[in-house]
């Protein structure tokens, strides 16, 4: 059955009785349960590195295997998945079920775009890197077993770093140059995992035999790193001519599939430059309050200024955090679990980066601890490099950061996935360029953003409005740099000129927003998931006039999981046939 015959499927599989009341004791799983076990199991062999971050880790001491003979087989699997997903029928399946069902076929329709028609693995040396740095990363961060587990995992991985470059030299003959030089960049840096950041990581193994090992081990797939990356230097890069494009009909199906959105891209390229006109003057109107009669641009700059100093970061983030938090107890915007906090601590000196949440996976048997990370400015750096590192933390983003991140964003939201039905909305991909449902993930985390502004926080202090309008604009851009620099539309200037132009974007950071459309031609998923879920607010309160709830809405999405939009529109308003976005 082709893709685009689905939407009739599914309609069929979305109706039928309401939603049956659980019994009091657990019954054995569903035959449908039974199917995504072995579905998480076949993507965790397939592309270990991955759910490692999902809290898979049943094959954490594997790499990928990126053989053309090996990718043959993966694509053989997924049409056997998926044709065996296509025969549960819509009598067997719950509600949920039958949503989970849709979301995991979109998937798989994902993967086969990637692996099949698209072959980036012919063309990107990232997906390489990427797959020797992401699960020997997350091993050294998510203590999800004892150290020496961890180690011997990561010792047994290794072995096959030789015949993952081996894959890497024979599919990669005419990349695309960026992605060429991304992945010398990313190899290198793997290389540097390996030699500086793995000892720190096992410090408290120091001396021991498994450590000499371990280290022995990175030693040897060190050599291979750093010979495949002067490979990339010297033979890949200087011949890299291949096209960045992979066009809009491409484009379009990693929607569907991905975010089961199927707007034309006209449509949505429309939606996006009436949302760019409309918070820009936002961000003017809000400039307007703070400084009256200055130009928006200047007193952008002059907010940017105001930020902790060097050593009092992570503190000063703590207090934003805990005053979010405050805000969306006493507001009553979600329930925040009791006796349980957001902690914020220094990024560990081998995960350098700018705000990150890493938080528990729902799948993880035992939960880990989770930590809002930022990483200050350096005591060696000069001091106007000190100040420019700070600028993005001045106090304004780092309070919309904050809310994306932590709360209500991303923490609250895995936390709450604790409770999600099922298997499917509790994973995360969440590694470009693979298919990975972001509408629902940062979908959620941008909206939470824009929330507490709507909401007051701060008493409704035109700096924050700044901050988040700012942040939004260039969530925007992201939506027609991905669709027209992949339909040959726009050279990556014409996108650099737009975060530039249109966010108030330094040039330097626009650069590298532009460049990210090459490898992450969806990355309008953020924008698109806020869209479609102030979509449903808007509609779910025109549904149930004055019995609609705030609180209980954000609980239900929370709830609900990570799951593209639509998902979310047919758990809330069953049946329903519009469009995400309307």
């Not at 298997?423 to 298919?435: D, E, M, Q, T």
Request: aromatic content about 8%; some cysteine; glycine content about 6%.
């Amino acid at each position: 059955m082709p893709f685009l015959a689905l939407p009739a499927l599914f309609a069929m599989l979305l109706g039928g009785a309401p939603r049956p009341r659980g019994p009091s004791v657990a019954p054995p799983p569903s035959s449908f349960a039974r199917f995504v076990d072995t579905y998480l199991d076949t993507f965790a062999r397939l592309h270990p590195s991955i759910a490692a971050g999902n809290g898979i880790h049943t094959h954490d001491d594997r790499l990928e295997d990126y053989s053309a003979a090996g990718i043959a087989r993966e694509i053989t699997t997924w049409k056997a998945l998926r044709a065996q997903l296509r025969r549960f029928s819509a009598a067997s399946l719950t509600p949920d079920e039958r949503v989970d069902a849709r979301i995991l076929d979109g998937v798989i329709d994902g993967w086969l775009l990637e692996q099949e028609t698209l072959a980036n693995w012919r063309r990107n040396p990232m997906l390489y890197a990427s797959a020797l740095s992401d699960g020997v990363h997350n091993l050294m961060t998510m203590e999800s077993a004892p150290a020496p587990v961890r180690m011997r995992r990561i010792i047994r991985k290794l072995r096959g770093t030789d015949a993952l470059l081996r894959a890497a030299r024979t599919n990669i003959q005419d990349p695309p140059r960026l992605l060429a030089e991304r992945g010398l960049v990313m190899m290198r840096g793997a290389s540097g995992m390996l030699a500086n950041d793995l000892p720190l990581a096992f410090g408290a193994a120091r001396g021991t035999p498994l450590m000499d090992s371990l280290m022995q081990s990175a030693a040897r797939a060190r050599s291979s790193i750093d010979a495949y990356a002067a490979h990339l230097e010297r033979s890949v890069i200087p011949r890299a001519h291949g096209a960045i494009g992979i066009g809009g009909a491409a484009v379009a199906r990693r929607y569907r599939a991905e975010e089961l959105i199927t707007l034309p891209l006209d449509s949505l390229l429309a939606l996006g430059e009436r949302e760019l006109a409309q918070v820009q003057q936002q961000f003017r109107a809000a400039a307007t309050r703070y400084a009256p009669g200055e130009d928006p641009a200047a007193s952008w700059a002059r907010v940017r200024r105001d930020h902790p100093p060097r050593g009092g970061l992570v503190a000063a983030t703590q207090r934003i955090v805990d005053s979010l938090t405050a805000f969306v107890v006493a507001r009553g915007i979600a329930r925040v679990p009791p006796n349980e906090r957001v902690i914020v601590a220094p990024a560990p000196v081998f995960d350098l980066g700018f705000a990150s949440m890493h938080a528990s996976p729902p799948l993880e048997s035992t939960p880990v601890t989770s930590y809002y990370y930022i990483t200050d400015a350096r005591a060696d750096q000069p001091a106007d490099e000190q100040n420019a590192w700070l600028e993005r933390y001045n106090y304004a983003s780092l309070t919309n950061t904050s809310a994306h991140e932590a709360m209500p964003g991303h923490w609250l939201h895995a936390t709450s996935m604790r409770e999600t039905p099922g298997k499917v909305r509790r994973i995360w991909i969440g590694l470009n360029p693979f298919p990975q449902p972001s509408s629902g993930q940062d979908g959620w985390a941008h909206y939470a953003e824009q929330l507490m502004v709507e909401q007051g926080f701060g008493d409704k202090d035109p700096r924050l409005a700044m901050a988040q309008a700012s942040d939004a604009l260039t969530r925007i851009c992201r939506l027609p740099s991905g669709i027209r620099v992949h339909t040959g539309a726009w050279s990556l200037t014409d996108a650099q000129r737009c975060f530039e132009d249109e966010a108030y974007v330094a040039a330097p950071a626009a650069k590298r927003e532009a460049e990210r459309a090459v490898y992450d031609p969806t990355y309008g998923g953020y924008f698109l998931g806020k869209m479609a879920l102030l979509t449903l607010r808007a509609d779910l309160q025109a549904a149930e006039g004055a019995a609609f709830d705030l609180r209980r809405f954000h609980e239900r999405i929370l709830r609900n999981g990570i799951a593209p939009i639509w998902a979310h529109r047919q758990l809330l308003l069953p049946g329903d046939t519009r469009e995400v976005i309307h």
